[in-house]
């Protein structure tokens, strides 16, 4: 009793027929009274008794793995009365380990990564194989690793599951895979031990082992010449085999024509060059570039040195291509000074583009009219001269900024022919030529002071003088404003006016310090006598041609008290003579009041006694008669418009006048004087000068939206279609020398009700009043 019991792992069913121990008590005489009872771990479940015999078997199969060992109770008891014939024992079963588990890798399968071109003997990584056998018994538990599969490329320890690399310059671009089957086997490897089995994945990573080429030695690319600077041309690539940052490159061009003009960078993903304009083209200076570019690795490996050089080198071929160009000033700015007196129709610039295209077309100039929407100039369209339509005024606007528009102007416009429709019709086509091409500049006109403006006081001045005050007094201080400016400042000279030089009550000081000082001259002031005077004061600037003005200085006799403080003054200038008292003076006032009512009443019936009577019915009757006293007179109207003035423009004209229709004359001046010599020159024998002549005066007409029309056609040829009516005209009414009947009026509604009771025929049976 109490003794352990060693029992080795078996089989389930030698288990069943072998007992695993005996109990036995000494009071057991074998006739079968005594009975045993088992207690414990596993009793019942694991190990069963029999309870005569006291053998003890095994019911299932033992594990030493799942559990080592079992404690159990026995005891001894009478089968009868069921007492306790001794105390009850306690006994230990152990299990005995045999090697009934294999090897395992608890934590396959493996993944591992090492470089590509790895030396040999380079460490890959460590497997582990875990054997659940009990490693302190026999040689159940001792692993040995081997390769199965992956040979030649790698090996492993056998003790410590280490895998190397067995074979050198393992190249990635080749084969980047490999997996390894590694097997674990206990009992040291002998024969009759257990196994088991892992896999090895292991990836070679890229290293920069490969130099970059190109594709292609030669890239053909074409541009257009209005690319803006930095816009892409075209993208080349040097590829290289390896990947990841070992394949990043950088791109330079390292010769050809181009490298001024072009530049080359490479793209996000750092594998592409990106070639850009560096510089504006134009095709008609160069029309093709050449460009060697050298493509290098960004990270090269001092390992493989050996194996470079890590860059290569190809050609582009950049090509540009003509497109139809905007016309281009000679200046990108323009800075002009106009003085404010210039004279209109005054050429002050002349501003010149060109086409930059091959085809070097003419062109034509204008103004943009939001530029200046007072219309202070004019542009000569052929010549690009510039010069004022308007008096300009310096003091209301200092600076006019315009924008100049230069417009091409195709060959075929230059055709010249004699008549009014082609030369307008050229007009048409040069400025719709190719409307979307149009250069401008700036041109930013100063206009220059001119001593056009007098000084005057800078406000209205009202002094007063109290009654006890001394000769030699100041009552005011007078200052002056201009404004004009002039270069070396403004100037003022101060004096009395030429009528009050003598003046017996003050005088003036000029501090010629642009004030003066008004002073008295005597004392012994009343404001009954006079008080108030009125003192004019003449100024003058000292710039050329000298402006003056005079302007009246209030004074105003006050009472004062001793410190010169104001007390009273009379607001009258003068006393009222006695012989006029206050109630004439009002009577005097309603007299001519009473005056005026009486010619508003008299011009007012004047004016009902001129409308005639209407009765009740015919005040219904409205007309309106519009007069048309300006309809051409056609072809044939020799008297309408003198074609003189075409031949000779610049001869008089304002002198022909006279021959020009008398019942309307026209509301826009020309611009005929105004176009410089240049611009109108005099007309040959074609009549080439009609042209140049027109397009002014069609600029002019177009650039007044108030200017009415000498000739006007107006065609109702479809008038009456949108009435129940239909046309009201005779043009289109039968010939018929019979009187005409209006019964219909009656059908066209109550619109037409008072026609129908004046022109119709009425009902017997309805009474007319």
């Known amino acids: 009793q109490g003794c352990p019991v060693i029992k080795t792992e078996a089989s389930f069913f030698s288990y069943l027929s072998q007992p695993l121990s005996q109990l036995h008590s000494d009071m057991d005489k074998g006739d079968g009274s005594i009975k045993y009872i088992l207690s414990g771990e596993g009793a019942g479940t694991t190990f069963t008794l029999d309870d005569s015999t006291g053998d003890i078997h095994a019911i299932r199969r033992l594990d030493r793995e799942v559990k080592a060992q079992y404690v159990l109770r026995a005891q001894a008891r009478n089968r009868e009365t069921g007492r306790p014939l001794e105390p009850e024992s306690e006994f230990i079963v152990k299990i005995q380990d045999i090697n009934d588990n294999e090897p395992k890798f608890l934590d396959g399968p493996y993944r591992a990564t090492i470089p590509e071109m790895s030396p ?6 460590r497997v582990t194989a875990v054997d659940a056998d009990d490693p302190s018994y026999g040689n159940s538990a001792r692993v040995v690793y081997s390769i199965l599969e992956g040979q030649p490329y790698f090996s492993v320890d056998p003790k410590t599951g280490d895998v190397r690399v067995s074979l050198a310059e393992m190249d990635r671009e080749v084969r980047e895979q490999y997996q390894l089957v590694i097997q674990a086997k206990d009992m040291e490897g002998q024969l009759g031990g257990l196994a088991g089995t892992t896999t090895v994945n292991i990836t070679l990573s890229d290293v920069n082992d490969n130099p970059p080429k190109f594709t292609q030695k030669l890239y053909q690319m074409s541009v257009l010449e209005s690319g803006p600077v930095g816009s892409v041309v075209g993208r080349i690539q040097a590829k290289d085999r390896d990947i990841g940052i070992n394949a990043e490159m950088k791109y330079s061009i390292i010769d050809g024509d181009g490298r001024d003009s072009f530049d080359i960078s ?49 050609i582009v071929h950049v090509s540009v291509e003509d497109v139809d160009e905007a016309p281009e000033f000679d200046s990108p700015f323009y800075y002009v000074e106009v003085p404010e007196d210039a004279e209109i129709g005054t050429v002050f610039k002349m501003v010149s583009a060109r ?51 230069a417009m091409e102007m195709s060959e075929y416009t230059h055709t010249h022919t004699h008549t009014l429709a082609s030369v307008c019709l050229q007009l048409l086509v040069c400025f719709s030529n190719n409307p979307s091409k149009i250069g401008s500049v700036s041109v930013a006109i100063k206009v220059l002071d001119v001593n056009d403006n007098p000084p005057s006081l800078t406000q209205y001045y009202e002094a007063f003088v109290c009654e006890h005050a001394k000769a030699g007094q100041l009552i005011q201080t007078v200052t002056a404003v201009d404004p004009d400016e002039p ?24 501090n010629q310090d642009n004030s003066a000082w008004i002073l008295t001259r005597r004392g012994g002031w009343s404001s009954r006598t006079q008080s108030v005077y009125y003192l004019p004061i003449f100024v003058s600037d000292g710039d050329q041609p000298a402006q003056s003005s005079t302007s009246t200085l209030t004074i105003r006799v006050c009472s004062c008290d001793a410190d010169g403080n104001v007390l009273s003054c009379n607001a009258e200038a003068y006393t009222l003579p006695a012989s006029l008292s206050r109630a004439a003076l009002i009577a005097i006032l309603a007299c001519a009041f009473i005056l005026f009512v009486m010619i508003i009443l008299m011009l007012s019936l ?50 022909n006048y006279s021959k020009l229709r008398q019942d309307m004359l026209p ?16 007309i040959g024998e074609d009549g080439t000068n009609v042209h140049g002549y027109v397009l002014a005066k069609i600029y002019e007409a177009d650039s007044d939206p108030c200017a009415p029309p000498y000739d006007s056609l107006q065609t109702y040829a479809y008038e009456g279609e949108g009435s129940i009516a239909e046309s009201l005209s005779s043009l289109q009414s039968p010939a018929s020398q019979t009187d005409h009947e209006y019964d219909y009026l009656n059908d066209w509604g109550p619109r037409f009700h008072k026609l129908a009771e004046m022109y119709g025929v009425s009902d017997e049976n309805i009474p007319m009043w």
């Open 120 to 125: 040999v003997g380079t460490y890959v990584i």
């Open 606 to 655: 004047r004016r009902q006694s001129k409308k005639p009577y209407l009765t009740k019915e015919e005040e219904n009757v409205h007309e309106n008669i519009v007069r048309y006293d300006d309809e051409g007179g056609g072809e044939e109207d020799t008297e309408a418009f003198d074609i003189y003035a075409l031949w000779s423009p610049r001869v008089e004209p304002l002198a």
């Open 355 to 405: 086409d930059p295209d091959a085809a070097n077309n003419s062109i034509r100039y204008s103004i943009e009219r939001m530029s200046d929407p007072e219309k202070f100039f004019y542009m000569d369209i052929t010549s690009g001269s510039l010069m004022t339509l308007l008096p300009l005024d310096r003091e209301e606007v200092s600076w006019h900024n315009l924008t100049v528009l």
């Open 266 to 314: 490479v793209d996000a993903s750092n594998l592409y060059g990106v070639i850009t304009i560096k510089k504006p083209l134009n095709f008609e200076r160069k029309r093709s570039y050449t460009l060697k570019v050298e493509g290098s690795n960004a990270h090269v490996d001092p390992r493989f040195a050996n194996k470079g050089p890590f860059s290569d080198v190809t």
């Open 667 to 682: 509301e826009v001046q020309s611009l005929s004087r105004y176009v410089p010599q240049p611009c109108v020159s005099r």
């Open 487 to 510: 270069t070396g400042g403004q100037h003022f000279y101060y004096s009395l006016a030429p009528e009050a030089a003598n003046n017996p009550n003050f005088t003036l000081r000029d």
